[in-house]
Structures are given as C-alpha cells and as structure tokens.
C-alpha cells in the first residue's frame, strides 16, 4: 500500500513538470513571436519615406494689399499774425467759423499810425506845392527863352534842374504816404483761402504784433478741411507699386466701417535716411469735413505687379541663416536654388532667380533635403 502510494505521488510530480515545461515554453514562443512582428514593423516604417510633393513652376501676377499707417493734414493752414504792434479792436470770427478768401477776421488799432499817416499827407502837399512852383518857373523861363537874348541857357538849366529835383521829392513823399497808408490797411486781417478757423488766441484789447515781437502765438490758425493730403511713408521696396492718380483706400479709427478712397498726387523723390522710406501725399476730398486733420489713418496700398514673374507657395521657400532658396528637381536630383523674394498675399510669394517654366519644385521645402541628394519619385 505505501509502495502503491508512492507511486501515484510520484506520478503525478512529474506530470505537473511536464505541465509546467510546456507553459513556459508557450509563453516564451509568444515573447519571441511578438518581438519579432514588432521588429520586421519597425524595419517597415523606417524604409517607408514619404515622397516630397512636387508642383510645376508657372509665371503669374501677383495682387497684393500693403497696410501701412497715414496721417490726414489740412491741405493748407497758415498762422495768421498781426503785422503791426496795435491792440485788437474788434473780432469778427471764432473757433469753427467757416470764412472766404478775403473776409474780415478782425480789426486792430494803432494811434501812432494816425500820426504818422497825417504827417505824410501833410509832407505829400508840401512838396506837391514846391514842385508846381518849380514846374511853373521852369516853364516861364523856358517861354522867354524863346526871344533870343533874354535868357541865359545856364539859368534855364538850372531851373530845369531844380524842377526834377522837385519831382523826385514828390514821389518821394507819395511812397511815404502810401507806406503808411499799407501799414494801416494790415490793421484789418483778413482770410488768405477758404478754410475754418480751428485756433484763436486773441481778444479785443489785446496786445499783438508780429511772431516774436509782441505775439507769442499766432492770432488764428486757419485751416483748409474741404480737402485734405494724406501723408504715408512707403517702404524702399514698395515705392514701385504706386504711380500718381493710384487710388488707394484708407480708415481710420473714427469710423472704423467705413472705407475712405484718396489719389496719389506728389511723391518726396527721396528716401527718408532713417527709415529709408518716401513720402507719398494723397489728395482726400472732404466735402462734409467729416474727417478732421491729424487724424490717424490705416492705408490699404494695392500692390498690383506689372510683369509676370513666378510664384511659388510660401512653403516652398527656405529662409536659412545663410541664403533663401527654393529646391528644384533636376535629372533625380535636388537642387538648391537662390531667390530673391517680393510681395507676398494668401499664402502665396513673387521670387526672382535662376529658373525657367516648367522647373520641377519642391511644394514643402526644408534644409533637411540635401542640396545634390538623389530624389526617386518610386
């Protein structure tokens, strides 16, 4: 019986050994096998390289919009001072007044210019009476000298001498007289365009007189607001785009709806040192004067190419610190090509270099495709 029992113990050792034995060798085909898929997958994907997609090169013209800040002036303004040290009499105009040409803005006073305007009448009729006198010896001596013997010709000269002598004292004193008579007229000030009156810094009795000698600031600032100029600093590489009578449309922050047009007029012909840019002047008709001077204003330029040229994606183009190139399929091989790069819209950018119709390009370009490396389409 025991040896019985030690059989059947025995038995069943060595049945869950080899139970054991083929378990682990189970799990390690399965360890093996799965390591191997996952190897040969891996393999797979690392000799499965995506083709660079590829576009024909093609000329074309490039429309684009540059935005660029402006600024809106009056199209005329002038500070008005008085020419003459007086004191303000009487003003006719305030701040906002629309005036014409030519209006009365305000009336000054000055007594010394009483004075001296009667002392050059007064000097006027003097010698107004002296040249008559002069005049009229003259003529006499000149009537007598008709009967021979009675005059001498030295006394006739002499009178004739002193009746221009006479006369140029006359106009002499007639240019006085006027000078003054001038002097009084700008006692009235008066507009020098259409235009409002957007500053006023005098009232009746004050004292003014010229910039700087009796007059700190000006009387009025007038103001031409019925037209405008639009002023804008264009880029160096932007000047070409525009030409005179382009027109161009603007915003500004008042009214931020609505869309403004102007016409290029006059154009610096310089560029400015510091921002190596030109400054460009646009005419604004402003007939309602809802827009006002010094009013900032956000410039839509078209930039509207004249010559075909290509354009390319801007994913084509590689901006490396050392160049900017496109890469170009040449007989299965890539190659590096220099550009220069223009205006640019949607996406989309002019270059200028060494290529022809037809070329063979890379759409997404990137230093990682080697300038001379082979390129297999399969």
């Excluded at 040896?3 to 113990?9: E, G, N, R």
């Excluded at 004191?87 to 629309?98: A, L, M, P, R, T």
Aim: hydrophobic share 40%.
């Amino acid at each position: 019986m025991i040896h019985t029992k030690q059989l059947m113990m025995t038995g069943r050792k060595t049945i869950y050994t080899i139970a054991g034995m083929v378990l682990l060798g189970s799990v390690y085909s399965c360890h093996f096998s799965t390591g191997e898929t996952q190897h040969k997958t891996e393999t797979k994907q690392a000799i499965t390289v995506p083709v660079p997609e590829t576009f024909v090169a093609q000329k074309g013209i490039l429309s684009a919009t540059l935005q660029v800040p402006g600024e809106l002036i009056a199209f005329q303004q002038v500070d008005i001072y008085a020419k003459e040290n007086s004191f303000v009499k009487k003003i006719y105009v305030d701040v906002g007044s629309e005036v014409a040409a030519g209006q009365l803005l305000a009336v000054m006073e000055a007594p010394e210019l009483n004075s001296q305007l009667s002392a050059a009448a007064s000097r006027l009729k003097s010698q107004e009476a002296v040249f008559l006198a002069s005049k009229a010896n003259y003529e006499r001596l000149l009537e007598t000298s008709k009967t021979p013997g009675t005059i001498a010709p030295n006394e006739l000269d002499l009178a004739l001498a002193k009746k221009n002598s006479d006369y140029s004292q006359l106009e002499a004193a007639k240019a006085s007289y006027n000078q003054v008579m001038n002097t009084r007229d700008y006692l009235e000030i008066r507009a020098p365009f259409n235009g409002v009156i957007s500053v006023r810094n005098a009232n009746p009795g004050a004292y003014v007189g010229p910039s700087g000698k009796g007059s700190e600031f000006p009387m009025f600032v007038l103001q031409e607001q019925k037209k405008l100029r639009l002023a804008v600093a264009v880029p160096e590489a932007y000047t070409s785009y525009l030409h005179e009578n382009d027109s161009v449309l603007f915003t500004v922050n008042a009214y931020p709806s609505l869309k403004f047009s102007a016409l290029t007029k006059r154009f610096a012909g310089a560029l400015d040192t510091k921002l190596r840019s030109q400054r460009i002047e646009m005419d604004v008709l402003n007939p309602d004067k809802k827009l006002l001077p010094r009013m900032a204003a956000d410039v839509q330029i078209p930039l509207i190419g004249k010559d075909s040229v290509f354009i390319v994606p801007k994913s084509a183009i590689v901006n490396s610190q050392e160049k900017v190139f496109v890469i170009r399929v040449s007989d299965n091989k890539l190659e590096w090509i220099d550009v220069k790069t223009g205006s640019q819209s949607d996406g989309r950018v002019e270059i200028f270099g060494n290529l022809k119709k037809g070329d063979i390009l890379i759409k997404k370009a990137s230093e990682e495709l080697r300038n001379g490396a082979p390129f297999n389409t399969k």
